[in-house]
């Protein structure tokens, strides 16, 4: 069983940077492709990155492409979203993601089997 264990959010002005981080245990981390979610109040959960197990395919979401960057270490069992340029519309609990494979489907919420607990990210404009 997976777990997975979000840190780095927080109260940011538009335009800064925010680094989150997800910690992995309880599967080998190599063998997991990785992901990032979000859910503001009121909307449905929303694809916004995802990695495959080698680190060597990253997909993104057209609402986060060129400003947001998503990484693992493997070595570390640790998967990080670099967030630039920081939008109030990027307000939302950030949720990190795994799962043995895609299916098929990265950007479906479905795809994934672990989530993690969240961490909060607020933008203020």
């Known amino acids: 069983q997976v777990q997975l264990v979000e840190s780095g959010g927080g109260l940011v002005q538009a335009g800064d940077s925010l680094r989150l981080s997800c910690a992995t245990s309880?599967?080998?981390?190599?063998?997991?492709?990785m992901g990032w979610f979000r859910q503001a109040p009121g909307k449905e959960r929303e694809f916004i990155s995802t990695?495959?197990?080698?680190?060597?395919?990253?997909y993104y979401a057209d609402s986060v492409e060129g400003r947001f960057t998503i990484s693992r270490d493997n070595a570390k069992n640790t998967v990080i979203l670099q967030m630039n340029s920081l939008k109030p519309a990027d307000t939302a609990v950030y949720y990190c993601?795994?799962?043995?494979?895609?299916?098929?489907?990265?950007?479906?919420?479905?795809?994934?089997?672990?989530w993690g607990q969240g961490t909060q990210v607020t933008v203020s404009s």
């Open positions: 993601v795994a799962s043995p494979d895609w299916r098929g489907r990265f950007n479906s919420p479905s795809a994934y089997d672990a």
């Open positions: 309880g599967r080998t981390f190599s063998s997991l492709v």
């Open positions: 990695i495959s197990r080698s680190g060597g395919s990253t």
